[in-house]
């Protein structure tokens, strides 16, 4: 990376602060709407912005002074403030330690959270303040760091800890589920172990097979649900971290501080989505097996991933055969050889790949118990949201301004480091890498837009990965030229190396951090009301069915529960968003039967949205495909909405329908 020059630094930093300012003044003045504050006649609120007014103003001197010799003169003198006194060291360990944590304090203390209000404005200022002060700490510890690179390695680091902790609050004993998917996440890991979970086979899951087989072994243990929390938090970072290091094996990055601190990125840059944990394993099995000097090793490594593949998505079927063929276009060259035998074998790991994945998957739905097969492919049916393509209520950026943006500086970073280097590549062989490139983001961008999609770029992972393979081997020049040689690393001028760093730390330094607390007294108090009521649906001989808080009898919270496995939330939902008809045909059958003396769910309130409100349109196929046959048939016996349950019993008597 380029070193700028001490005044277009400075200049750098008091323009940054200028912008980050102006944001937090706007954040602010939109906070006081929202609380209904008269700033006019609020004094509190009045010297909030002549203070954040007087420090703009200073800001924007900072920048003009850059331009002018006498402002070179005085960084001069500001940068050796205080580096050749003996206090040098000390002080400077103090601003490295508020820098490299006085975030993480921020974000985590309510004292202090209290006054960023929430709003992202305040929030960045705030980063880039302790960002500044860390940078300061460095340099008078290591002088001969330069001072943007002292900068960016608090950055990163600041980042990096504020993600490890931002899962932090799920782990917890709170003993029902946290969010839309959290008991699913429990309970279908345990169908793989149904045997010694339930006493009996069930079937077992059709939505991420592979996800929830990597979450099963806690279930071997007889772990308490906080146990299963923290596997879920630690078995992700451990699997996407792997990637970090199973890439930084095959490049060749001089210096221990270079390497830090590219594998920092790396590891934000794959959360940027994120990548799903499961969908880890197969990247890393082809970048640790894959060799161009061992045929059968790369083969073996292709075909391993692509049958996990074939249990974890469908979109994720040519991505082994994929990597595979990108690792074989940047490390063979194409000079003397037929382009069509050059292609042979990397058309042969993508096809084979791809095909193995397809057997892999028709192999698990026969072991899977479930005869319906179409169940395994909803996705293909389900709807397309192109507003969502857009800036939308479910997610602010859209898919394709957010793909862009989160994409650009590495494509702004591959055109540097290609045309300093023009001589080095066949046409043919960028051709097919931007391809592969071409191909996942545009598969990406289709899956995303699927009713259901998300309100991030999850369903972007593919794309993101291969594209931090094909930076990582231009910049640190992996790859071998047309001659066969190799180079030294391309050096990317400072500016690229910042707009790297804008998404993957903007991503998840907006979340606050925290510990999840609740009263256990009142928790076990709505156990023992669910316990009651289940045992005088027993002494009935009637049917109970979980729609949601299944984990509750995988974990046997509850006793005396007999597992229905027909219509878990995820599956309802997926179904009614695929529009299922025969499943959905035989739930609405079994709710005008009442078939179940109790249904336990979260609370049913039929409200059809507008588009202008975040996931409308899953929220509707919900309403109308599932929950109106409820509400039809059944009434709402008790509700417990702290912790989001209610039981609904069959209505008696002339039916009423919402």
Not at 391 to 402: E, F, Q, V
Not at 622 to 641: D, G, Q, S, T
Request: proline share 6%; with cysteine.
């Amino acid at each position: 990376m380029t070193q700028p020059p001490r005044s277009v630094f400075w200049r750098f930093i008091f323009a940054m602060l200028s912008i980050f300012l102006l944001l937090a003044a706007w954040g602010y003045f939109d906070r006081s709407r929202i609380l209904h504050v008269s700033i006019p006649d609020s004094q509190a609120w009045q010297a909030l912005f002549i203070v954040l007014g007087i420090f703009f103003i200073l800001s924007l001197s900072g920048v003009a002074l850059t331009y002018l010799r006498a402002g070179d003169r005085l960084w001069e003198g500001f940068e050796s403030l205080g580096e050749t006194s003996r206090v040098a060291r000390p002080l400077g360990i103090l601003l490295g330690m508020i820098g490299l944590f006085g975030f993480v304090f921020v974000s985590w203390n309510p004292f202090f959270r209290y006054p960023l209000m929430g709003e992202n404005g305040p929030r960045f200022l705030s980063f880039f303040l302790f960002s500044i002060t860390g940078m300061w700490g460095v340099k008078l510890l290591r002088r001969q760091t330069p001072w943007l690179s002292a900068l960016i390695g608090v950055v990163l680091f600041q980042s990096v800890l504020h993600l490890l902790l931002v899962y932090m609050p799920r782990l917890t004993s709170y003993p029902f589920a946290m969010g839309w998917s959290e008991t699913s996440r429990f309970y279908y890991p345990s169908l793989f172990l149904a045997e010694h979970v339930y006493g009996k086979e069930y079937p077992w899951p059709i939505l991420h097979p592979t996800l929830h087989l990597l979450l099963a072994p806690p279930y071997l243990l007889d772990a308490p649900l906080w146990f299963h929390r923290f596997w879920q938090v630690a078995i992700r970072y451990i699997l996407v971290g792997a990637i970090v290091p199973a890439l930084m094996m095959r490049l060749n990055i001089r210096g221990a501080a270079v390497r830090w601190l590219v594998a920092l990125w790396m590891f934000l840059f794959l959360f940027l989505g994120p990548v799903y944990f499961h969908l880890a394993i197969p990247v890393i099995i082809v970048l640790i097996g894959f060799s161009i000097h061992d045929e059968r090793r790369s083969w073996v490594a292709v075909i391993l991933a692509s049958l996990w593949c074939g249990w974890s998505r469908v979109n994720w079927y040519p991505m082994p055969g994929m990597v595979a063929a990108v690792l074989y276009l940047m490390e063979v060259p194409l000079a003397g050889k037929n382009l069509w035998r050059y292609l042979l074998k990397p058309a042969a790991w993508f096809v084979i790949g791809t095909f193995t994945a397809f057997v892999a998957q028709r192999i698990y739905i026969a072991l899977s118990g479930i005869p319906a097969s179409e169940l395994f492919y909803t996705s293909l049916s389900s709807d397309l949201l192109w507003d969502r393509l857009w800036p939308n209520a479910s997610y602010s950026l859209g898919i394709l301004p957010g793909a862009l943006l989160a994409s650009l500086p590495s494509w702004l970073a591959i055109y540097v480091a290609l045309n300093s280097r023009k001589d080095d590549w066949h046409a043919a062989r960028l051709f097919f890498i931007f391809a592969a490139l071409l191909v996942l983001f545009i598969g990406g961008i289709i899956v995303s837009l699927k009713i259901g999609g998300g309100a991030n770029l999850h369903n972007m992972d593919a794309y993101f990965t291969l594209l931090l393979i094909v930076l990582a081997y231009l910049v640190f020049a992996r790859y071998r030229t047309e001659s066969g040689e190799t180079k030294q690393p391309i050096v990317l001028p400072w500016l690229v190396v910042v707009l790297l760093l804008l998404m993957p730390v903007w991503a998840y330094s907006e979340f606050d951090l925290g510990i999840t607390t609740y009263d256990p007294v009142r928790t076990q108090s709505v156990l023992a009301d669910l316990q009651e009521q289940i045992d005088e649906v027993n002494a009935q001989n009637g049917e109970i069915l979980f729609i949601t808080q299944r984990h509750l009898i995988s974990m046997h919270m509850l006793k005396g529960v007999t597992l229905i496995p027909e219509y878990e939330r995820e599956d309802l939902m997926e179904m009614a968003m695929g529009d299922n008809l025969r499943y959905l045909s035989h739930f609405r059958k079994d709710m005008e039967d009442q078939r179940f003396a109790l249904i336990v769910v979260d609370p049913l309130n039929y409200k059809v949205f507008s588009k202008d409100r975040s996931f409308a349109e899953e929220n509707n196929v919900w309403v109308k495909r599932v929950m109106k046959h409820i509400l039809c048939n059944y009434r709402e016996e008790a509700i417990f909405p702290e912790d989001e349950i209610a039981l609904y019993v069959p209505q008696t008597g002339t039916r009423q329908c919402p």
